[in-house]
């Protein structure tokens, strides 16, 4: 078992930084990548950022030049870095770890959630 602890959130004003932090602890193995998505009220889960464990990322259009996303020295922890933050940002966002093993396959985790709040 994989438990995904997100922390980092909160309100911040437009063009402002935030960087948010989701650290796994547990059974972890074999992680094939981490990630986030996010989720504005009254809009479908979008998607962020995703990194591989070898080092690839990808972003959604919309962040493309001012998130970040990266992992520490272990590969247990991944960031996300939101520079120029804007009121569409504004959502719940929420980590993911996809992770291999033997007995089950691939599986996907997730963490809690943490606020994201970008005000005019």
């Known amino acids: 078992q994989v438990h995904l602890v997100e922390s980092g959130g909160g309100l911040v004003q437009a063009g402002g930084s935030l960087r948010l932090s989701c650290a796994a602890s547990g059974t972890v193995f074999s992680i094939n990548a981490m990630g986030w998505y996010r989720q504005a009220p009254g809009k479908q889960r979008e998607l962020v950022a995703t990194?591989?464990?070898?080092?690839?990322?990808n972003y959604t259009d919309s962040v493309k030049g001012r998130f970040t996303i990266s992992r520490d020295n272990a590969k247990t922890t991944v960031y996300l870095q939101m520079n120029s933050l804007k009121p569409e940002d504004t959502a719940v966002y929420y980590c993911?770890?996809?992770?291999?093993?033997?007995?089950?396959?691939?599986?996907?985790?997730w963490g809690q959630g943490t606020q994201v709040t970008v005000s005019s």
């Open positions: 990194l591989t464990s070898a080092g690839r990322t």
């Open positions: 993911y770890l996809d992770q291999y093993s033997v007995l089950y396959g691939d599986r996907r985790y």
